[in-house]
């Protein structure tokens, strides 16, 4: 390898300006000249190209380039992308800023209470049909402790922990085993016998909420609710009340058609069913008979498409950023148009989540929605000349926490009778660029764990968490609760405490 610099001496020396095209032999005129001197000089940068070869009979002539070889993505791309940071916190139309709707207080009940009852026999615990539930003297016991210490049990209550899920408590389908403790801990299994308050936020996509709950519920072997889940798009069901007509993007097959059709949107356009209604859209895409068969083309020239969502992940870039594209450019949202003014009948786009990378099997991060909304910003301006407005829900962004205090509210009062939102809120997480950041801007406690994203040194440079980095869920979680609840709390019910005979000792001297 060697720099440009380096290879003057092949055939296009960088000392002779261009010439024009066929028939003019002459150099260039003086601008031409003042301009070419600047493009070398670009050029003259560090850039490294393969050694040009040597000697007389060598097939290729090398020409020099009049485009420069640095990128100019950087001019296109919008802040808050990459790696949002207390640091550097620039002000974008998405930083905070913009008005992302959030659904109003409690949850729609469709989605509510389903995992609950299933749990026993999902985590293949006995069952026994007609007879009443198992531990029932725990749930009394539990009740007098609880009498007893009234103290630390409206401490119990005034505290809340918000989970991310990869990287904290599993690794993709793979359980930290620390994580299945701590969810016992906080499900009842502590001194007082009381479910300490907890939710899951997540910046994943791309399921319903039922079918990642009910996988969670397994792999954490400890019941998981969607009343107590949010991932990247459920407060984005707040938008079906917006509009009608959609084109949702992302994930698996159809799966996220049922995510929004779940979300209540009334039509939802995928992109097979534009390219099964037709396929010169995109023109790269190999069509299967299998998508054709399930796609529900109709023709969509007579259609207004009023948004776009980006649920999960792209699986097909070119296709998806293609259609995408161009209903940006279109009129309202009709395909085949394209819009004289880019700006005024725009449709508005909205992405679930920002992360630019992600941790997955693969020993390098993958690209996640961050790279595909940064391709298509630059896509965007490159060919209209002006940037695009553009949504992101998910960590960090303000929505998706607010949306968090309904959730940790409405479960406070499934499980204690009282809608509130604790005032001691633990936010842990492994990615200091979405669940830190997010939690410090928030006002929340922030832990970070070194069981994900975080490999760093004492705490993270750009976001340090506030509370504290720790080994790994286990430990923070029982380093807040101790700070909430008492250094000498026990993480561990015993079913031979007698309250009413030894309650001023229930946590150290137990009957047999
Ligand atoms: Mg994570």
Request: net charge negative.
């Amino acid at each position: 390898m060697t720099t440009f610099q380096n290879t003057e001496k092949t055939n296009g020396s960088l000392d002779t300006p261009p010439r024009s095209p066929v028939g003019d032999d002459k150099p260039r005129t003086h601008s031409h000249k003042e301009s070419w001197n600047q493009i070398r000089a670009a050029l003259e940068s560090t850039i490294t190209i393969p050694t040009s070869p040597t000697g007389e009979s060598h097939n290729t002539i090398e020409v020099p380039a009049i485009r420069s070889p640095v990128a100019d993505a950087d001019k296109f791309r919008l802040s808050l992308s990459a790696a949002p940071s207390m640091k550097e916190r620039r002000v974008s139309r998405n930083s905070f800023g913009a008005a992302l709707p959030i659904p109003r207080s409690k949850r729609q009940s469709r989605l509510s209470n389903v995992t609950l009852p299933d749990t026993q026999a999902a985590l293949g615990q006995p069952t026994r049909p007609g007879m009443p539930p198992i531990q029932p003297t725990r749930e009394f016991l539990a009740a007098r402790v609880q009498d007893v210490f009234s103290d630390k049990v409206k401490a119990a209550k005034n505290m809340a922990f918000v989970f991310d899920i990869d990287g904290v408590l599993v690794h993709g389908d793979r359980l930290i085993p620390e994580g299945k403790r701590v969810l016992e801990i906080l499900n009842g299994d502590n001194e007082l016998g009381i479910k300490i308050p907890h939710i899951f936020l997540t910046n994943g996509s791309g399921k319903p909420e039922l079918a990642r709950t009910q996988q969670l519920s397994k792999i954490l072997q400890n019941p998981v609710s969607t009343d107590q889940f949010i991932q990247s798009h459920t407060p984005m069901r707040a938008l079906a009340e917006y509009y009608g007509t959609v084109l949702v993007v992302g994930g698996e097959g159809y799966r996220c058609r049922e995510v929004a059709e779940e979300y209540g949107f009334k039509d939802i356009i995928v992109p097979n069913d534009i390219i099964a209604w037709d396929p010169s859209v995109a023109p790269y895409r190999v069509f299967t008979e299998e998508e054709r068969a399930t796609a529900r083309p109709r023709d969509f020239s007579k259609v207004n498409i009023e948004a776009i969502m980006v649920f999960s992940d792209s699986r097909d870039y070119a296709t998806d950023l293609q259609i995408i594209i161009d209903l940006l450019r279109s009129k309202n949202g009709r395909l085949g148009t394209v819009a004289e003014d880019p700006v005024s009948e725009r449709i508005p786009i909205y992405f679930s989540q920002g992360d630019f990378l992600c941790p997955t099997e693969h020993p390098i991060p993958r690209m996640s929605q961050g790279a595909f909304r940064i391709g298509l910003e630059a896509m965007y301006k490159s060919l209209t000349g002006v940037d695009l407005e553009r949504v992101v829900y998910g960590k960090p962004e303000l929505a998706t926490y607010k949306y968090a205090d309904e959730v940790i509210a409405s479960w406070m009062e499934q499980i204690h009778g009282e809608e509130r939102v604790p005032a001691n809120v633990y936010m842990i997480g492994d990615n200091p660029a979405s669940d830190i950041v997010g939690g410090n801007m928030y006002g929340w406690n922030t832990c970070l764990v070194r069981t994900g994203v975080f490999q760093g040194g004492e705490n993270d440079e750009e976001n340090p968490a506030n509370f504290g980095v720790f080994k790994n869920v286990l430990e923070a979680v029982q380093t807040a609760i101790r700070k909430e609840l008492g250094e000498d709390f026990r993480f561990e019910w015993d079913d031979r405490v007698n309250p009413v005979l030894h309650g001023e000792a229930a946590t150290s001297s137990a009957i047999e």
